[in-house]
């Protein structure tokens, strides 16, 4: 289910970002010859040979500076590197190996990873390969040779990497237990909230944002259904970042949502719904997995008849990508609606894994289309011809049609609306992929 994480690692300058944007596909990362330009971390998608994996791009590594900056990527890398599955150790062949490199080398040589050494900057292979034995020292492991600028040995470094993934049918979904990521900026709740649904304090809460530095696994039967908790670091605000620990959450966030069934976002009612909120329900979303928006501290509000309404429609305002999921207003401390919170986290798991039969669903699809007519574009008509749901977790649908650049994504809303109205579908995104019938 869950997809290998590669971390990209350096000393500053040696192209980390650009190799991360050519890997990519698209010019995510900034890209510029001044050190330490990439100050936080970013993370995409990519895939090789049909293996997809998460990619991870670090600021520069430089363990003996005292620049703050410097420091904090520094230790983001160190996060990230915690929670790779593959780091990509890039070196730059034009400077050769630098004390700093050496430094990252022992570093990785104590975490115990699967690393691969990659040297940039190998414009002429013919020219340069004979400087790749320097490289050797490291004690990392055979060079890999690229030119990420120059688009050269991707695909040997790529194999390099996909042989330390885990084999392809090797898949955690032959687990029945119910996998629940609990996620969150920090002092929200979470690790309370954990406490109170396995009735002992089992995980260290405090007052003090950041408490929670790791992913914490625990498990637990809940009428006769056994359920994984996953608890991770909060995420904050950049002008919040007091102790540098703090920011490093993102991967950690980002590793336990790929390991879930279900993502439990948890919102301050204090503090109502902030920018990192949206970002951290977005990765819930952007991943495909089911969803609840759980709004913690709920006994501390001071309500009148209107104040669930008027925060769930802030809810949807601000969480406007994601109306599938349910919400639910909540205390970790007094243990108002956590039963709730079980029965709708199962219906959620339920929907997500749910398939219907093919024909049924193109029912649905006939009446849609015969209710709403398909758009047409310069007195050409698209033609629905049928559908069939291609997976699940979440549930997707192939539409076969006559021309797929007729297919307007309102339309393909208006359809999602209606096979939502037939089969449900509450808490999980519903994908639709479109193909012209000749494919």
Sequence with gaps: ?????????????????????????????????????????????????????TLIDTGGLDPDTDDFITKHIFRQAEAAIENADVVLFLTDIKSGVLDADRQVADMLRR?????VLVVNKVDVPTRDNHELYEFYELGIGDPVPVSAGQALGLGDMLDEIAA?????????????????????????????LINKILGEERLIVSDIPGTTRDAVDTFLTHNEREFLFIDTAGLRRKSKIKENIEKYSIVRTLAAVERCDVCVLLIDAEEGITEQDT????????????AIIAVNKWDKIEKNTKTMKEFTEKLETELAYMPYA?????????????GKLFELIYTVYQNHALRVQTGVLNDVILDATAMHSPPTDKGKALRIYYATQASVKPPTFVLFVNDSKLMHFSYTRYLENNIREAFGFDGTPVHFVVRDKKE
């Design 1 to 53: 289910m869950s997809k290998p994480i590669v971390a990209i690692v350096g000393r500053p300058n040696v192209g980390k970002s650009t190799l991360f944007n050519r890997l990519v596909g698209e010019r995510v990362a900034i890209v510029d010859d001044k050190p330490g330009v990439t100050r936080d971390r970013l993370y995409a998608d990519a895939e090789w040979l049909g293996r997809n994996f």
């Design 111 to 115: 975490a115990k990873k699967q690393v």
């Design 164 to 192: 330390f993934f885990p084999p392809a049918n090797e898949s955690e979904e032959e687990d029945d237990r119910i996998r629940v990521a609990i996620v969150g900026k920090p002092n929200v709740g979470k690790s309370s």
């Design 279 to 290: 970002k951290i329900a977005g990765i819930a979303h952007e991943r495909g997995r089911a």
């Design 326 to 338: 349910p919400k639910l207003f909540i205390s970790a401390l007094t243990g108002q609606r956590i």
